[in-house]
Every structure is written in C-alpha cells, then in structure tokens.
C-alpha cells in the first residue's frame, strides 16, 4: 500500500461474487417502473461482473485500508485499487441519460464508514 496515503479517494475495482444471473434488461433501483438496458445502469447482473466504486480514503494500516462511501458487501474479492486522480477521473461536462433529479430525490449517499454503517444498522432494528 506504498504512497496511496497521500490520495484523498481511490478507485475499487471489485468482483460481484454472489451475482447469479445476466439480463440484459433490468429496472434499475432509481426507477423501478422502466427496464433499461444493462449497459445503461448500475446494477450487479452484469455479463461481466465487475463493479467500480469511488470511495474517500480514510487511513492506512498495513495493508488495510480504511475508507468511507464504499457499496459493496462484505467479502467482497477486490480486484484492484488505483488512485482517484482529479485531473484524469473528473469530467465537467457529462450527461447522465436518462437519470434526472427526480431519480435521485430520496436517494442516501455513500458516506458512512463500516463502523458508522454498522451502528446505524444496530439503531435500527
């Protein structure tokens, strides 16, 4: 884990090992309503089941990282980390489909460390 202390954020690339099946066609979690096609929303039933997340890098110990804003389960086979560089992985001028504010009202962000997740998830049972 030598010098990735110093980035703020990194990238997981990582397997979705439970994922069981491929369709094409899935209703994405931000609207329900409408199947879409796979290559156009986050979902885990991919035909490769790779996932990518941006989280915000928290600390370093050994070979341990901890890190905040992570969605994945735990166990979950990592496949590689690399730095978020600002320069290279930002892009000002995006479009996002057909996802639109009204997909994303009510919508949690990922900012919670484990920690954090788990005592929320103590609290509310």
Known sequence: M???ESFSHVILLYHFHRATECRLIQKPFLDGEKERGIF???HFSRPNPIG?????LLGVSGNMLEIRGV???DGTPLLDIK????QFDHREEVRSGWVDDQHLDGVAEWNSTPK???KRD???I
């Open 40 to 42: 156009a929303i986050r």
């Open 116 to 118: 954090e997740l788990r």
């Open 83 to 86: 730095p978020y560089v600002r």
């Open 52 to 56: 990518i997340s941006i989280v915000e």
């Open 122 to 124: 103590r609290t509310n």
């Open 2 to 4: 030598c010098d990735i």
């Open 71 to 73: 969605d994945v389960l």
